[in-house]
């Protein structure tokens, strides 16, 4: 079992900035990619970035130039900078394998004001 623990998240103004952080314990592995979602209620849960064992990084259009996913596999965590909010942003973020595999840890609210 792999545990998911999401933090970071809060209020941010749009054009601001905020770091959401992923802690995985358990029977984690360094070699699946890991990725951030996001989730809206009453939407579906959007995949906004991903990044490989081999650091390779891709990002939903949504995201792209203004969020930067990191990863340390000797800590087991997974960063998410997100630059340039807007108040399209306002959801709470996940992280898991892409596609997924584990499950969901709690979330983390993330709120862009305007």
């Known amino acids: 079992q792999v545990q998911l623990v999401e933090s970071g998240g809060g209020l941010g103004q749009a054009g601001g900035s905020l770091r959401l952080s992923c802690a995985a314990s358990?029977?984690?592995?360094?070699?699946?990619?890991m990725g951030w979602y996001r989730q809206d209620p009453g939407k579906q849960r959007e995949l906004v970035a991903t990044i490989s064992s081999g650091r390779s990084r891709n990002y939903a259009d949504s995201v792209k130039g203004r969020f930067t996913i990191t990863r340390d596999n000797a800590k087991n965590t997974v960063d998410l900078q997100m630059n340039s909010l807007k108040p399209e942003d306002t959801a709470v973020y996940y992280c898991n394998t892409a596609p997924f595999r584990w499950s969901w840890g709690q979330g983390t609210q993330v709120t862009v004001s305007s």
């Open positions: 358990g029977r984690t592995d360094s070699r699946y990619t």
